[in-house]
């Protein structure tokens, strides 16, 4: 089993900034990829950006050029530099992790949540 602890949520004003951080631990084998989710009020849980074992990232057209994520050196910790925040940012941001507990033996785990207030 693998377990996300998230930090770094609060209420920020509008312009302001905010740094998201995830830790995973467990029995990882080999991580694939490393993200983060958004689930605003009344809406579906949508991707905000994630990062692979490779490095490589893809952000959502929403917060490209304001939001960046990136990785630790171990890879079993993932973060999301939050700039520019707009009221519309306003969420719960859930981390996700997937990846290998042993060959063939997959998981898919999720963080507990922390919320996102940009509001004046």
């Not at 893809?58 to 939050?82: E, P």
């Not at 519309?88 to 898919?108: H, I, K, L, M, Q």
């Amino acid at each position: 089993q693998v377990q996300l602890v998230e930090s770094g949520g609060g209420l920020v004003q509008p312009g302001g900034s905010l740094y998201l951080s995830c830790e995973a631990s467990g029995n990882i084998f080999r991580m694939v990829a490393m993200g983060w989710y958004r689930q605003a009020p009344g809406k579906e849980r949508e991707l905000v950006a994630q990062i692979n074992a490779g490095g490589a990232t893809h952000t959502a057209d929403s917060v490209k050029g304001r939001f960046t994520v990136s990785r630790g050196d171990a890879q079993n910790t993932v973060y999301l530099q939050m700039n520019s925040l707009r009221s519309e940012d306003t969420a719960v941001y859930y981390c996700n992790a997937r990846g290998y507990y042993g060959p063939g033996s997959t998981f898919d785990s999720w963080g507990q949540g922390t919320q996102v207030t940009v509001s004046s």
